[in-house]
């Protein structure tokens, strides 16, 4: 058994190494802020609520000082090309990020000649790579939003290429930064023994199931039970789909993607010295604030290690799906990822 565990170490070890990044992932060298007297913000990707969201509150003049006085001045717009739901909104988002006094560019390029860093924001996670990339060559800080990818493959290697470039990059769902959640991780009821999230979790046929917007509840399932998860099986039904997850150290935790019903987020987790609910959603001001200390300092409050064992558990989850529920260790999407980017 002991020796089964060291491979699957070794393996989980070897995909984060051979993308450049180590076991720690936080591209912490980086040091602290060179970004202190720069203040603009570029916008790639008007497919989102979520970029209304950030352009209404750091070009809001009353917010204070929270957001270290960083304002949204460009945007590119583009962003999903084939994704309808996505692509219909960029008309109307264009003009009302216009009124904010936000200018829209031609490309990515005249984007990046204009601002200091970048929230990459668009909703297709299969473009992310590319423009990732371009985003890394000019060697400003980006923010990626979920997803960070459409596979682990490509999550992998947006994180070589950060490292290549020697640019520091994170990603997250604003649901890790609920206060529940960031209570739980910082040790509010004892070492998290085991715990059970739940998000809505609309599908789009495009991106591996929970990557669209499940992931919301799977990244507030990693937030408290933290890295190191080995199996996942998956229910799947109508109602619901449930993903089960066994820890190295044999915690369990699992995810619950609703499709019908009521569509909340939450979650109860199980620790040494209670049980506690998550509590509810505290929108994006958590998420934007962790945004803007990344910027300020380059170092993120999300290593690379978490954000692609997420990518694998989800991946697990179709894989577990499409063989009739079984049991699909991560090490395996790990290695395919691997052979992915090889060939």
């Known amino acids: 058994m002991k020796q089964a565990y060291n491979r699957r170490k070794f393996i989980h070890s070897a995909a984060i190494a051979g993308i450049g990044i180590g076991l720690s992932g936080s591209l912490s060298s980086f040091g602290k802020s060179i970004y202190q007297e720069q203040k603009r913000v570029g916008i790639i990707g008007l497919d989102t609520s979520h970029s209304i969201a950030f352009a209404k509150a750091l070009n809001n003049s009353s917010v204070g000082t929270k957001y270290a006085g960083y304002k949204i001045i460009a945007a590119y717009p583009y962003g999903s090309k084939d994704i309808k739901s996505s692509a219909d909104r960029i008309p109307g988002y264009i003009e009302d990020v216009k009124k904010l006094g936000i200018e829209i560019v031609d490309s990515i390029k005249d984007l990046l000649k204009k601002v200091d860093v970048v929230l990459l924001e668009t909703n297709d ?84 199931d929970l990557f669209w917007y499940g992931i919301h509840g799977v990244e507030t399932l990693f937030t408290v039970m933290g890295i190191g998860c080995k199996s996942v099986v998956r229910v799947n039904a109508d109602i619901a789909d449930v993903v089960v997850g066994t820890w190295e150290d044999n915690r369990i935790g699992s995810f619950r993607g609703i499709h019908k019903g009521k569509q909340e987020y939450g979650g109860t987790v199980y620790g040494e010295k209670g049980v506690s609910t998550i509590g509810n959603y505290g929108g994006y001001d958590p998420l934007l604030v962790k945004i803007i200390e990344f910027f300020e300092t380059g170092i993120p409050p999300v290593s690379s290690q978490e954000t692609l064992e997420m990518c694998a558990f989800m991946e697990a989850a179709d894989e577990s799906k499409n063989n009739g529920g079984a049991r699909v260790s991560l090490e395996s999407m790990f290695k395919r990822a691997l052979a992915k980017n090889k060939s």
């Not at 992310?128 to 060697?139: M, R």
């Not at 520091?168 to 085991?194: C, D, M, W, Y």
């Open 125 to 208: 996670g299969r473009l992310h790579l590319e423009q990732a990339i371009e985003v890394f060559k000019s060697g400003k800080r980006v923010f990626i939003d979920k997803p960070i990818a459409a596979s682990l493959a490509d999550a992998m290697a947006i994180f070589k290429a950060a490292e290549k470039y020697k640019v520091p990059v994170f990603s997250a769902s604003s649901l890790r930064f609920t206060t529940g959640a960031q209570e739980i991780a910082n040790g509010k009821i004892g070492k998290v023994l085991g715990a059970e999230t739940y998000s809505p979790c609309h599908f789009e046929s495009t991106h591996p």
